[in-house]
């Protein structure tokens, strides 16, 4: 079987098209580079999928966090602890708990134990704590003169948030937000390996790792392919926030602009 | 005590201190000390690595540059479960290798036959004949070192940003009084970049807490696969303590256990960060500057 | 002084080396009832680790016992990390090229694959578990009826043996002995039907 004609097969096994049966024997470079690769899709969806939901809840929570409200900001402080505080590992043990509990009060939970609906909420949740607490650190970091600025030319109230608050928050937090998202796609990883059942064989990229390890008693094969898919999204990751990080900051002059240094980590 | 020897007759209270006590619950009990104690050796091992890798990405010398930073580039790009699948097999082998070469320089049979890895009996670690602690202190320390190098990647990470986060200007006046390169590391970098580190580091110490779940994926036998075997649920005829699936209690202590852990962890570190702002040319720094005068 | 300690050292380096033939480390799950498991006081328990002892004295082996994840279970027997592997392990082609099997010491018992009572169509694996059927019996006897055996029984492989790496002829030699001299007493039947109810021994 040449090479093209796997890709075909078992480039988007993880999604459930093309060839249904996993190979089972004679395993080549080739499968092994095909189906880790096919299970990266579900590695970007869930990090997308919680980055992007998260970063309104993030947002929330720094708000809530640093506010004068005691109710907000103790809810905010209880789940940052709380799901900083904790092993992801042990919060998909008790989400696929709790949602196995629900499905079998309501069938209209039933989404909630599949993988991509159920760990994607997890991630999104978990992912919300570590950049809250990024982003409350931020806020408390804007500078008292920009916010004193913008009273003086009566801007207040949301718009001073929008205008003033919000972006330098941001540009505050951005490296230490990248870090986030790193470790965040790295997080994927144990969403088969320790929470949901990957039904059909439909898995992410550890989970191939794993099945060729397991058939071909030779783990030095699959995760190396494993590591260099990571580090391709790695980079990835990196250099699409250093280009919004350029965005952020390109109304400051061109010394002043705080490179891309991923070295303030608030990570998992 | 009460007496164990016939678990079915007892009363609930009695039934529980019993089941609470069982041999392989005191082994759960002692993995929680595994756990603390990989932590408090993996924290300076990997602080070391770190400075290391920090100091190679510094170093004036091309290729110890190059390694340093591709040490940090690519640990810190993969996630740390793939390491921990294969890492702690291929160091073993590693390790076997290097004193079979010293043990066996006679040895004329091929090291890999097959898929067997084999090594003269005098090279094997620990000996096969070694009693099983010493087994299991090798597992462990095999253990230790895959957490130090993958978390010394990501401290090397920290520690390089904080040698450079130390104001410039006293670096240049070092050099006006005539330091060396060397000098002006271990007396001016050195002793100033643990304020600047010491966030990046608390995180670190943070992430290095969360990742010993992944522990029993090195082969040590850790508080998650404790919880696991005693949580799965039990017959009558493979246990004297037949119950059901209580996995979620078993999770709910570890859940409590790492709370405490990061709770203390907190408070630890917002004291070492009072006592290291002082005297620094950093904003916390002068503010206790000014409330002292 | 000093010279005595050193020739105490030196004679418990030779006994060691000595011993060395004969220690075997046994790797096992822990995890696999009624084949293999951990007892109330973390001990391996189970027909496996009743019969793996009476093979060892039989073949007059000191053997240790020593559990390890099913997933790295023969990366970590290839790699030396123990000897052989008795962990309800059946003889399949697929680790026969990988490492060497003993005789069974269990008949090839038919495997048979649990699903969901909905979810299965019978094209294998993908929708289903497949496990020996003695393991799957409790866990479907208790699931409620919310999961089934689906379609037919597999006899998978050559029954369940001994895995021992392929350099290690000698070992295997000596474990054959030993599993036919206790087949031909007929140790194996009696441990078999106390483990497995309502199994007659087949040797």
């Excluded at chain 1, 928050?169 to 937000?177: E, H, I, Q, S």
């Excluded at chain 2, 320089?105 to 009996?121: E, K, T, Y």
Aim: charged content about 15%; glycine content about 8%; aromatic content about 14%.
């Amino acid at each position: 079987m040449s090479c093209l004609q796997t890709i075909a097969d078992y480039g988007l096994r993880s999604l459930g098209f093309g060839e249904r049966l996993l190979p089972s024997s004679d395993f080549t470079l080739c499968q092994q580079f095909t189906l880790i690769g096919s299970g990266m899709i579900w590695n970007i969806y869930f990090g997308v999928v919680a980055l992007a939901l998260g970063f309104f809840l993030s947002t929330a929570l720094a708000l809530g966090k640093a506010s004068d409200h005691l109710i907000a900001r103790k809810a905010s402080e209880w789940f940052i602890f709380l799901f900083r505080g904790s092993p992801l590992f042990i919060q998909f043990f008790f989400a696929y708990f709790a949602f196995l509990a629900l499905k079998s009060s309501h069938p209209a939970f039933d989404p909630l134990t599949s993988a991509w609906l159920g760990a994607a909420i997890v991630l999104f949740l978990n992912t919300s704590a570590y950049a809250g607490e990024i982003f409350h650190g931020a806020l408390q970091s804007v500078p008292k003169g920009d916010i004193e600025a913008a009273e003086a030319y009566g801007i207040t109230g949301w718009k001073r948030f929008r205008r003033i608050t919000f972006p330098t928050m941001l540009r505050l937090a951005w490296p230490a937000y990248t870090n986030e998202a790193i470790f965040l796609f790295h997080a994927t990883t144990l969403v088969f390996f320790s929470g949901f059942p990957a039904w059909q064989q439909r898995g992410d990229a550890l989970y191939y790792a794993n099945y060729f390890a397991d058939k071909t008693f030779n783990p030095f094969v699959p995760y190396p392919i494993l590591a260099f898919y990571f580090i391709l999204l790695t980079l990835t990751v990196i250099t699409i926030f250093g280009l919004i990080n350029r965005r952020l900051t390109r109304h400051l002059p061109q010394e002043a602009r705080p490179r891309m240094r991923l070295r303030p980590m608030l990570v998992r | 005590m009460f007496a164990c020897a016939d678990p079915q007759s007892l009363e609930k209270f009695d039934w529980l201190v019993c089941y609470l006590t069982s041999g392989k619950h005191v082994l759960f009990y002692q993995s929680f000390g595994v756990v603390l104690l990989l932590l408090a050796i993996t924290a300076p091992v990997s602080l070391a690595f770190g400075f290391l890798g920090a100091s190679a990405a510094r170093s004036q010398i091309t290729p110890l540059r190059w390694f340093g930073k591709g040490y940090t580039a690519i640990v810190r790009g993969v996630p740390d479960i793939a390491f921990f699948m294969f890492f702690v097999i291929a160091l073993d082998q590693f390790f076997e290798y290097l004193r079979h070469k010293v043990k066996c320089p006679d040895w004329d049979l091929p090291i890999r036959q097959g898929s067997d890895f084999i090594v003269c009996a005098q090279a094997k670690l620990p000996l096969s004949t070694a009693p099983q602690w010493q087994h299991e202190t090798y597992g462990f320390s095999l253990a230790v070192l895959t957490f130090a190098i993958v978390f010394g990647a990501f401290a090397a990470n920290v520690l390089f940003g904080a040698m450079r986060s130390v104001p410039h200007a006293q670096l240049e006046t070092a050099e006006a009084y005539g330091f060396s390169r060397r000098q002006t590391f271990w007396r001016i970098v050195v002793p100033q970049m643990w304020i600047y580190a010491l966030p990046g580091l608390s995180n670190l110490w943070m992430i290095l807490i969360k990742a010993t779940p992944l522990l029993f994926l090195l082969g040590v036998e850790d508080i998650v696969y404790w919880a696991r075997e005693l949580g799965a649920a039990k017959q009558a005829r493979f246990s004297d303590y037949p119950h059901g699936d209580w996995r979620l209690y078993y999770f709910a202590a570890l859940l409590a256990f790492y709370l405490l852990l990061t709770r203390i962890s907190e408070i630890v570190f917002a004291r070492i960060t009072r006592r290291l702002s002082h005297g620094q040319a950093t904003a916390a720094g002068e503010k206790q500057r000014k409330a002292a005068a | 002084m000093r010279k005595l300690i050193l020739s105490t050292a030196a004679l418990a380096l030779m006994s060691g080396a000595a011993l060395a033939q004969e220690t075997v480390r046994l790797g096992t799950e822990g995890a696999y009832p009624p084949y293999n498991y951990l007892d109330d006081n973390g001990e391996v328990a189970g027909y496996e680790r009743e019969l793996g002892d009476a093979i060892c004295a039989q073949a007059e082996l000191t053997c240790e016992w020593v559990t390890n994840d099913w997933d790295s279970i023969i990366p970590n027997l290839v790699s030396g990390n123990y000897d052989v592997i008795i962990a309800g392990m059946s003889i399949t082609d697929e680790r026969d090229e990988v490492i060497d099997f003993t005789e069974a010491y269990f008949p090839a018992d038919p495997s048979a694959f649990i699903s969901t009572s909905d979810a299965f169509d019978g094209t294998g694996e993908a929708d289903a578990v497949l496990a020996d059927k003695a393991f799957l019996e409790p866990i479907v006897a208790e699931s409620g009826g919310e999961l089934v055996f689906a379609g037919e029984d597999v006899i998978l492989g050559d029954g369940i043996g001994i895995g021992v790496r392929e350099s290690d002829g000698e070992l295997k030699d000596k474990l054959n002995a030993a599993i036919a001299a206790l087949k031909a007493d007929g140790t194996v039947n009696t441990l078999i039907e106390k483990w497995f109810e309502g199994m007659e021994g087949p040797y």
